[in-house]
């Protein structure tokens, strides 16, 4: 991402935190972000860069004024008013802010750190299983369909706002389930202003363990570190950690693969 796009997204998240948190400014999001995929010619005025900024923003509030609250109206109007480059760019920003908004209800309530952790077990109970990942995925499929499939394997099991994102990251806005959660996780950790690391190990890490990888990791990245640890017999050995876009490899296995293409 550039750094002008982040600067238009960064600009848009403090015109969120701004608003009261609730699931209601997060439904209206969703909501609006629907009625653009389905209706190109809506799309297309909300982000025409031949229409002036601040007319574009007055659209919004014609458009969307009655229907939704004033919070919503006031993440919409500045969307509107940014020059996002694209249609789907701006789809994605409000997306995002959706997802924001679920995050703040759950940080306010304080339960982030449980919602990162449940989130995190969904998205590992279906990438652990096949015929569900195939199924959520499946585009052929109604999404409420699939929506309703999730759900009812999670509902009761997990706080509300974790049902709600779960669910919403069926439509797979970043490609797949998994990279659409993944997403959510890297939002909530920003919240914070964390970073977050996969580590991926052969076996279980201890307490201590655990405790000494966020340690290094957080002395190279100069933030605080959530961990997400995911289990994997063919790492054979060591540990394989994903920051952002950084790959540390310290596995057996990494190290015989690197060895076998340097032969090669």
Same mark, same amino acid.
């Given at each position: 991402?550039?750094?002008?796009?982040?600067?238009?997204?960064?600009?848009?998240?403090?015109?969120?935190?701004?608003?009261?948190?609730?699931?209601?400014?997060?439904?209206?999001?969703?909501?609006?972000?629907?009625?653009?995929?389905?209706?190109?010619?809506?799309?297309?005025?909300?982000?025409?860069?031949?229409?002036?900024?601040?007319?574009?923003?007055?659209?919004? $509030?014609?458009? /969307?004024?009655?229907?939704?609250?004033?919070?919503?109206?006031?993440?919409?109007?500045?969307?509107?008013? @940014?020059?996002?480059?694209?249609?789907?760019?701006?789809?994605?920003?409000?997306?995002?802010?959706?997802?924001?908004?679920?995050?703040?209800?759950?940080?306010?309530?304080?339960?982030?750190?449980?919602?990162?952790? $449940?989130?995190?077990?969904?998205?590992?109970?279906?990438?652990?299983?096949?015929?569900?990942?195939?199924?959520?995925?499946?585009?052929?499929?109604?999404?409420?369909?699939?929506?309703?499939?999730?759900?009812?394997l999670i509902?009761?099991?997990?706080?509300?706002?974790?049902?709600?994102?779960?669910?919403?990251?069926?439509?797979?806005?970043?490609?797949? /389930?998994?990279?659409?959660?993944?997403?959510?996780?890297?939002?909530?950790?920003?919240?914070?202003?964390?970073? @977050?690391?996969?580590?991926t190990v052969?076996?279980?890490?201890?307490?201590?363990?655990?405790?000494r990888i966020?340690?290094?990791?957080?002395? $190279?990245?100069?933030?605080?570190?959530?961990?997400?640890?995911?289990?994997?017999?063919?790492?054979?050995?060591?540990?394989? @950690?994903?920051?952002?876009?950084? @790959?540390?490899?310290?596995?057996?296995?990494?190290?015989?693969?690197?060895? $076998?293409?340097?032969?090669?």
């Open positions: 991402m550039s750094a002008a796009a982040e600067s238009r997204l960064k600009a848009l998240d403090a015109v969120l935190d701004a608003q009261p948190a609730s699931e209601v400014l997060a439904d209206e999001l969703f909501a609006v972000v629907e009625a653009l995929g389905a209706q190109p010619t809506l799309r297309r005025a909300l982000t025409d860069p031949s229409t002036p900024d601040a007319v574009r923003s007055q659209l919004t $509030q014609s458009l /969307f004024g009655d229907r939704v609250s004033g919070a919503t109206v006031a993440v919409l109007s500045e969307a509107a008013r @940014v020059r996002w480059g694209t249609a789907g760019s701006f789809i994605t920003a409000l997306e995002r802010q959706g997802v924001r908004a679920l995050l703040r209800v759950a940080q306010e309530a304080g339960q982030l750190d449980e919602l990162e952790d $449940q989130l995190f077990k969904v998205e590992r109970l279906v990438d652990a299983n096949p015929e569900l990942r195939r199924t959520l995925g499946d585009r052929r499929t109604p999404i409420e369909a699939r929506q309703a499939l999730l759900g009812d509902e009761g099991r997990v706080l509300p706002t974790v049902a709600s994102l779960a669910r919403r990251a069926v439509a797979a806005r970043k490609r797949t /389930f998994d990279l659409t959660v993944e997403d959510y996780l890297k939002s909530a950790a920003e919240l914070r202003e964390r970073a @977050v690391a996969t580590v052969a076996r279980p890490l201890t307490e201590e363990q655990q405790a966020k340690a290094a990791l957080s002395r $190279q990245t100069g933030r605080d570190v959530n961990l997400r640890v995911v289990l994997d017999p063919g790492v054979i050995g060591g540990v394989h @950690v994903t920051l952002g876009d950084e @790959v540390i490899e310290g596995t057996v296995a990494g190290r015989l693969t690197d060895a $076998q293409r340097k032969l090669a």
